[in-house]
């Protein structure tokens, strides 16, 4: 079979669609009967695959077997007045029957994989520290009066007007921004965890990054379909993606 019409069988199932079929397609599914020998943990290996997603998938394939509901029995009038004994004895075995239709599912933990650091010399590791120090001491940059009109948000705007208070350095008034607040230019538009950031909206784009400096931030007109790609890609090339 071609793979136009495996994915046409996949996307027959309910809550699939044309993208999940060509991921489960590339990763070795490319059959309905592999699909249905699959178990959920083979399909959770796929990335982008939920454990929701796999036991829907199972369910419709007609794998995974529910439990038959026990039938309940008839219930039989019995007088009014009990002894104390018999109640205990219809309590514990409800709270049997309960504990037994309880099944306790065990999520594995997934190992901790630690984020990728940059390659930085001495130079620049001290100047991001120096930009954190800078960060820590930097007053939050307040709009002129915005405490007088409703109307007026607190977002930074430079004061003028000749009569203007805050423009004039006066002590009671706001700090404005000044060259005294800026960071190093050396490390200057970098991510915090060192690395420079490039934009990527293509795998193209990836081939010209250096992954031991600069990582990749996936733009925001990028669809969910190339986003999948560019960080498989990605993981080949040993790129750290910033917004994953």
């Known amino acids: 079979m071609t793979k136009e019409d ?21 990763n070795g599914f490319n059959s309905l009967d592999k699909l249905k020998k699959a178990s959920v943990e083979d399909l959770l290996k ?11 998938i199972k369910s419709q394939l007609g794998e995974v077997k529910t439990k038959p509901k026990q039938a309940k029995k008839p219930k039989v009038e019995k007088p009014k007045v009990k002894k104390e004994k018999e109640k205990k004895a219809e309590v514990d075995e409800e709270e049997e029957e309960e504990e037994e239709e309880v099944e306790i599912v065990e999520e594995e933990e997934e190992e901790y994989k630690a984020k990728k650091k940059p390659e930085l010399s001495k130079e620049l590791k001290e100047k991001l520290l120096i930009r954190r120090k ?7 940059f307040i709009r002129e009066e915005w405490f007088r009109y409703r109307r007026l948000p607190r977002n930074w705007r430079k004061p003028d007007g000749m ?58 007109s990028v669809g969910t379909k190339k986003r999948m790609d560019i960080e498989k890609k990605a993981e080949e090339l040993e790129v750290r993606v910033l917004n994953m």
Not at 6 to 26: N, P, R
């Open 6 to 26: 495996v994915i046409k069988e996949f996307t027959a199932l309910k809550g699939v669609g044309k993208a999940k079929a060509e991921l489960l397609y590339d």
């Open 134 to 140: 800078i960060k820590k001491r930097t007053p939050e």
């Open 46 to 56: 796929v990335k982008g695959v939920n454990e929701k997603f796999a036991k829907d």
């Open 163 to 220: 009569s203007s208070k805050m423009r004039r350095n006066y002590k009671y008034r706001p700090i404005k921004v000044s060259i005294g607040f800026r960071g190093p230019s050396e490390v200057r538009g970098f991510h915090s965890s060192g690395f420079e950031e490039v934009i990527v909206h293509n795998i193209k784009d990836l081939e010209n990054i250096n992954p031991k400096t600069q990582a990749a931030r996936i733009g925001g």
